[in-house]
Structure formats: C-alpha cells, structure tokens
C-alpha cells in the first residue's frame, strides 16, 4: 500500500487523479489496473485524532495564575 497526495483535476465532464510514476512502479501498477481509493481531503491529523481543546479562561489569565502559585519555578 502507498500512500499518495494527488491533486483532483478535471477529465472530461468528470473529476479525475493522476497516480505519481513512483508509486505506480512501486505497487506494479499498469494500464487497466484496479486500484481502491480512500478519499480524505488533508487536515491536521493532531486535531482529527485529539480534538481541539477548548480552555474556559484565556490563555494569559492561566499564565498569570501559574505564576502566582509558583508553578513555573
């Protein structure tokens, strides 16, 4: 399995993508080959997997209290 990162483009009436020689070479792939493809448009896989954390107090008012109590000694 490669994983590639390809740009649609327009074909015709309909939508296609061209597979990179590389991996074309490297999965043995040639004319009339089927291939399966997963589609997913490109994020941040960080914020995918974990989510985006949301703090109730802004970011300077955390930092102020950190260093009232002493945490960042």
């Given amino acids: 399995m490669v994983e590639v990162l390809a740009?649609?483009?327009k074909w015709g009436?309909?939508?296609?993508?061209?597979?990179?020689?590389d991996a074309?070479?490297?999965e043995g792939l040639k004319e009339?080959?089927?291939?399966?493809?997963?589609?997913s448009k490109p994020g941040n896989p960080f914020r995918e997997s974990f989510g985006a954390l949301r703090m109730k107090?802004?970011?300077k008012q955390l930092l102020r209290e950190i260093?009232?109590?002493?945490?960042d000694e």
């Fill in 57 to 59: 107090k802004p970011t």
């Fill in 24 to 26: 074309t070479r490297k």
């Fill in 13 to 21: 009436r309909s939508l296609g993508v061209v597979i990179p020689q």
């Fill in 7 to 9: 740009q649609v483009r």
């Fill in 32 to 39: 009339g080959s089927k291939v399966k493809l997963v589609i």
């Fill in 67 to 71: 260093r009232r109590e002493g945490w």
